[in-house]
């Protein structure tokens, strides 16, 4: 069965670097997404992304977070410099439509951020 | 502002019993709602999605409720069994927008033997 796959499952970062968290999405969708959670907390919405572009991004979305689909299989999630409150765990999903009652999200994995 | 409420945090109980999570919402009224299980390290799997119009949803053990009036979701699941211990969240999409899913803090069910 189809998965989404996401590198690496763990990474430790000194605060002010930059990070790339990396995701394959399910092949034939369309529409993707990053999620956080921070450890004990809700799982929370950062961004969607379809044809190219955002479609959607919460408060937690500043400036130091971008997203990119650098080629047709990769979906990236780049932290400019990083801060102690971006350490979580950090999921990308994906999904063949949007919005519709139909639509279901396929989540990675996860990557474990630690940002010390 | 929307709001999800998962009401317990932790259930407990016996192999073989009905498990009953329960799911409150506020300040809206989404298409539809959707059920996960998240085991610890992992990222949530899909389980169930329930529309508005619909009343029920079943799949294998799994039942879930969708009461608009009452504003809230049940998650059952029958015959449980200890493979049934995880973390079960609640969700649907955004009123701004449909893509954006908005999760509840979700029920650690714990089925012992």
């Known amino acids: 069965e189809p998965e989404v796959t996401q590198t690496p499952s763990h990474q430790v970062t000194q605060m002010g670097q930059e990070v790339i968290l990396r995701c394959v999405p399910i092949?034939?969708?369309?529409?993707f997404y990053w999620y956080r959670q921070i450890l004990g907390q809700k799982v929370e919405f950062l961004v969607s992304?379809?044809?190219?572009?955002?479609?959607?991004k919460s408060e937690i979305f500043d400036d130091q977070f971008s997203v990119e689909r650098p080629d047709g299989s990769n979906f990236t999630l780049k932290i400019r410099s990083t801060k102690l409150e971006d350490s979580a765990m950090y999921f990308c999903?994906?999904?063949?439509?949007?919005?519709?009652?139909?639509?279901?999200?396929?989540f990675g994995p996860g990557t474990r951020l630690l940002v010390l | 502002s929307q709001k999800i409420e998962q009401n317990s945090e932790a259930l407990n109980i016996q192999e073989g019993k009905t498990a009953t999570l329960t799911c409150n919402y506020t300040?809206?009224?989404?298409?539809?709602l959707q059920w996960y299980r998240q085991d610890p390290g992992r990222g949530p799997v899909f389980l169930l999605l329930?529309?508005?119009?619909?009343k029920e949803k079943r799949k294998e053990r799994l039942k879930v409720t969708f009461d608009t009036t009452l504003k809230q979701s049940l998650f059952h699941i029958t015959a449980s069994q200890p493979a049934d211990s995880a973390t079960y969240l609640c969700?649907?999409?955004?009123?701004?927008?449909?893509?954006?899913?908005?999760f509840g803090s979700g029920t650690r069910l714990s089925i012992r033997p």
């Open positions: 969700a649907f999409p955004s009123y701004s927008s449909a893509s954006k899913i908005i």
């Open positions: 300040n809206y009224s989404p298409a539809y």
């Open positions: 092949s034939n969708h369309l529409y």
């Open positions: 329930i529309r508005e119009n619909e």
């Open positions: 999903a994906s999904s063949e439509t949007s919005g519709g009652p139909g639509e279901t999200q396929y």
């Open positions: 992304f379809y044809n190219n572009e955002i479609s959607e």
